[in-house]
């Protein structure tokens, strides 16, 4: 019996797995972004990775960017800034749950950065450099480098984001499906 139990789990188990699938297509709107706010997977990894750092990440979110579904992996880059200040907050969601997220503190000119990728965690994913690019940044924090409860995933043994550059010197000059 306890067999016919374990044969129903393991057909049962592909069909979960695929129903847990982030479907980021449904975020590339500008119109569809702040409903990510409501995706309870994605709010939680991202509350894992950034502890105390969520509610500031959150609250640059006053005023959304146009996001962009990424031309090299399956994952969506988007960005907000706050209606208060010149704040701003960004991340990358990718489909298999790697996240980058960065927070630009505008008073200080400091750029925090966050990663679940061990591969990426002391650059700054490409994406993220040009959201650096357009501030103002004397400082960048790379706050969850070697921190082993955060970093989950690894490309392999390319470091330093090269993985993710590689992909983009294959693909387009452009990274972003714009």
Same mark, same amino acid.
Request: include cysteine.
């Given at each position: ?9 393991? %057909? =049962?188990?592909?069909?979960?797995? #695929? ?24 709010? +939680?990894? &991202?509350? +894992?990775?950034?502890? #105390?750092?969520?509610?500031? =990440? ?10 962009? %579904?990424?031309?090299?992996?399956? /994952? &969506? ?8 200040? &010149? ?12 996240? =980058? ?8 000119? +400091? %750029?925090?950065? @966050? ?9 700054? #994913?490409?994406?993220?450099?040009? @959201? /650096? ?10 706050? +969850? /480098? ?7 995933? #690894?490309?392999?043994?390319? /470091?330093?984001?090269?993985?993710y550059i590689e992909k983009l010197k294959k693909g387009n000059s452009s990274f972003l499906n714009i």
């Amino acid at each position: 019996m306890k067999q016919k139990y374990s044969f129903a789990l393991l %057909l =049962f188990l592909p069909t979960l797995i #695929h129903a847990q699938a982030l479907d980021l297509i449904q975020y590339s709107d500008i119109s569809s972004i702040p409903q990510i706010t409501s995706n309870q997977k994605i709010q +939680t990894e &991202l509350q +894992t990775l950034l502890k #105390h750092d969520y509610l500031k =990440f959150q609250s640059n979110f006053d005023n959304y960017s146009a996001p962009y %579904l990424l031309k090299t992996d399956e /994952a &969506l880059y988007y960005e907000g800034r706050s209606g208060t200040s &010149l704040d701003a907050s960004s991340a990358i969601v990718f489909k298999d749950g790697r996240l =980058f997220a960065a927070i630009y503190f505008a008073k200080t000119k +400091t %750029l925090k950065y @966050f990663s679940n990728d061990a591969s990426c965690s002391e650059q700054l #994913h490409p994406a993220i450099q040009v @959201f /650096a690019q357009q501030r103002e940044i004397q400082s960048i924090k790379y706050v +969850t /480098a070697r921190v082993e409860s955060a970093l989950k995933y #690894h490309l392999g043994l390319a /470091a330093q984001c090269e993985a993710y550059i590689e992909k983009l010197k294959k693909g387009n000059s452009s990274f972003l499906n714009i």
